[in-house]
């Protein structure tokens, strides 16, 4: 076979599967272990948010890094209504008009339909966020404008975990339809 014809997207899958059977697993150190499993189940599974909520929050990434941590504390959550649990920060100097805070909902759980006051961002960070009729998954962030009426949900696999900024909410008026 000439090998200047070879192209590395034509090899079958199940050749590749065959050459990496035939190779002996090497453990990787301990260290990169350690770190793989710290990223896996600690705050560092939220890296990849830093960035993006400094910027919403008008905080340090140390900051955030901080309140990110709290998330696997059972204490650090307060109860909002049921399947909903809360904990309230204040944003930076920027954004200190509004109201910032992480929002856990268990499974399935809802939270009751509001009218926003004023414009809200949120951040999906875990779980499955359900809200008009489309699902965001991690790292999506979904608006609501002055006004806009509904309710969300966390999907029946996990828990959700959002971030949350908004100026204000109130018990929806206006019948579902």
């Known amino acids: 076979m000439n090998p200047e014809r070879m192209q590395p997207d034509v090899?079958?899958?199940e050749i590749l599967e065959l050459l990496a059977l035939?190779?002996?697993p090497i453990a990787p150190a301990a260290e990169t272990r350690s770190r793989l499993m710290n990223g896996l189940d600690g705050p560092e599974r939220f890296a990849p948010f830093f960035a993006q909520l400094s910027r919403l929050f008008d905080l340090p990434v140390e900051i955030i890094e901080g309140l990110l941590a709290r998330i696997d504390d059972p204490r650090a959550w307060e109860?909002?209504?049921?399947g909903v649990k809360l904990i309230h920060f204040a944003a930076g100097p920027?954004?200190?008009a509004a109201e910032a805070g992480l929002v856990r909902l268990a499974p399935g759980a809802c939270f009751p339909r509001h009218r926003h006051l004023g414009r809200e961002t949120t951040i999906v960070l875990e779980g499955t966020l359900l809200d008009s009729g489309r699902d965001y998954g991690p790292g999506a962030s979904v608006e609501h404008v002055t006004d806009s009426v509904h309710r969300y949900a966390a999907a029946a696999a996990r828990d959700l975990v959002i971030a949350v900024l908004h100026h204000g909410i109130?018990?929806?008026?206006?019948?579902?339809g």
């Open 94 to 96: 920027r954004r200190a």
């Open 79 to 82: 109860d909002g209504v049921p």
């Open 170 to 176: 109130a018990p929806a008026d206006v019948p579902e």
């Open 22 to 24: 035939g190779l002996d």
């Open 11 to 13: 090899v079958a899958p």
